[in-house]
């Protein structure tokens, strides 16, 4: 079931922070009309569950600010992170009723969403929010292949490097800085978090973002503020080539 949500105040289309590379980035300017008929915005608090797996879904959408996280829980209660939703990605699934994974916001989170049955209709209709969607799915597939290897082949370090460049590269594409210069972002997930994720153990996580900290790789203020002072350096750490790495 979907939790108590607060209601956020519109934000223009044409001004939203993320309208460049949402679902609805390719729509011309009657589309986003008929989007704004059946949109709403909706704000989470961090450590609030958006929605729980299983459950039937009335909306889609896609995340305007903040972090969540995908997860899923097994038959004797355990919990394992499978996925982070950032800026642009999208929640839901058209024609599927139910929520594959528990959404959980882990920071202050808003949503984009639009009413489930007249997105679908919408998107029968408006081929650029059809292949926009493809367009959108195929990079979470390759993402998550990529993913595979980040957990199945690297070691703690590149673990670790991989995981802050996607996050330090999605932070300077949504906020137009480019990957130049150095790159600044608040980490949103805890240690523990990152060692849920990682498949590595909290000690391990502390120990390699502390190396990495003193090898001039990242600057830490306090255990979240990280700055990447050469983007390329990280990627290098990583493992990933110079082109991109992790995620589109």
Known sequence: ??????????????????????????CDSEELTRLEEIKYYRSFEAGQTVIWSGDKMEFVGSVVSGIATLSQTMEDGRTQMVGLLLPSDFVGRPGRDGAAYNVTATTDLMMCCFR???????????PHIAQRL???????????????????????REKIASLLSIIARRDASINSNGTAGPIVFDLPLTR???????????????????????????ELEGKRHVTVPDYPRLLEEAGDDSDGGLMA
């Open 116 to 126: 489930k049955k007249p997105f679908e209709q919408l998107m029968s209709e408006t």
């Open 1 to 26: 079931m979907l939790n108590d949500i607060s209601v956020s105040a519109p934000i223009e289309c044409e001004g939203c922070p993320i309208r460049h590379r949402a679902v609805c980035a390719r």
């Open 192 to 218: 523990e978090a990152m060692a849920d994720y990682l498949g590595l153990t909290l000690e391990t996580v502390s120990r390699q973002m502390s190396a990495l900290k003193r090898d001039g790789v990242i």
């Open 134 to 156: 493809l367009e959108m799915t195929l990079d979470e597939l390759d993402a998550a292949r990529e993913w595979m290897l980040v957990l199945g082949r690297k070691t703690a």
